[in-house]
């Protein structure tokens, strides 16, 4: 797998539907390693927050992104995108690559792809999507579909703001490449909220297309 960051501005605007407003939703993340595996300072910039309101799913624009098989590898390892998006995939190694999701909600297998072949996937289906290679199984790629403008990047302290969430109940979640995907309930506006991540896979290089927050 390929280290580190690449660090992505907005992308892809997205517009939400009319709400009352809130305020904001504030808190912290914690990335803790499990055994065998290790957290080095700053891998939080990594983790993305959102919050899904329980009144109504906003609209969101998606984009057009890249993913690229290199040196028996997808690069980047992990992209957060917005829901409806479009990805293409194209090997630019010179052996047989596969693409493939067994993941519900995102079941596809885009047989051999030779060098140079590129395949497309629209990506509709809210949450997280493994991606991976038939020929060469240790090869994944991390994808998380966002529904909502409602949308955070979290510091390398650990901490987030969002801004301008709508009022009322629903559904805060938080996703780290390297971790499973969490959620708690809450009401809007929130501040002081906590999380706790538990990094059980390798880092990787990641993108965060997270869009124009309201």
């Known amino acids: 797998m390929a280290w580190g960051v690449v660090g992505m501005g907005a992308q892809a605007a997205m517009a939400a539907v009319p709400h009352a407003e809130g305020g904001d939703i504030a ?9 065998g595996q290790s ?8 983790t993305v927050v959102y919050f899904v309101p329980k009144a109504g799913i906003p609209h969101v624009k998606p984009g057009t992104y890249n993913v690229n098989s290199v040196d ?29 999701s067994s993941t519900p909600g995102s079941v596809f297998d885009y047989q051999f792809q030779k060098v140079g072949d590129v395949v497309e996937r629209r990506f509709t289906t809210p949450g997280t ?4 290679c038939n ?3 240790f090869m994944e790629f991390d994808l998380l579909v966002l529904p909502t403008p409602y949308v955070a990047s979290v510091a390398a302290d650990g901490s987030f703001t969002m801004h301008h969430v709508p009022a009322g109940a629903g559904t805060l979640y938080f996703w ?28 990787v290089t ?3 297309h997270l869009g124009e927050q309201p």
């Open 27 to 35: 808190g912290h993340v914690v990335l803790v390693p499990n055994p």
């Open 39 to 46: 957290v080095a300072p700053g891998e939080l910039v990594d």
């Open 72 to 100: 028996m590898d997808f690069r980047p390892g992990a992209m957060a995108v917005p829901a409806g998006s479009k990805i293409t995939f194209a090997n630019l190694d010179q052996v047989l690559h596969n693409v493939y």
């Open 129 to 132: 999507v493994l991606v991976s």
């Open 135 to 137: 020929v060469h199984h």
């Open 176 to 203: 780290n490449p390297r971790a499973v995907l969490k959620s708690q309930v809450v009401a809007a506006p929130a501040h002081d909220i906590t999380q706790r991540l538990v990094a059980i896979k390798p880092r």
């Open 206 to 208: 990641t993108e965060l």
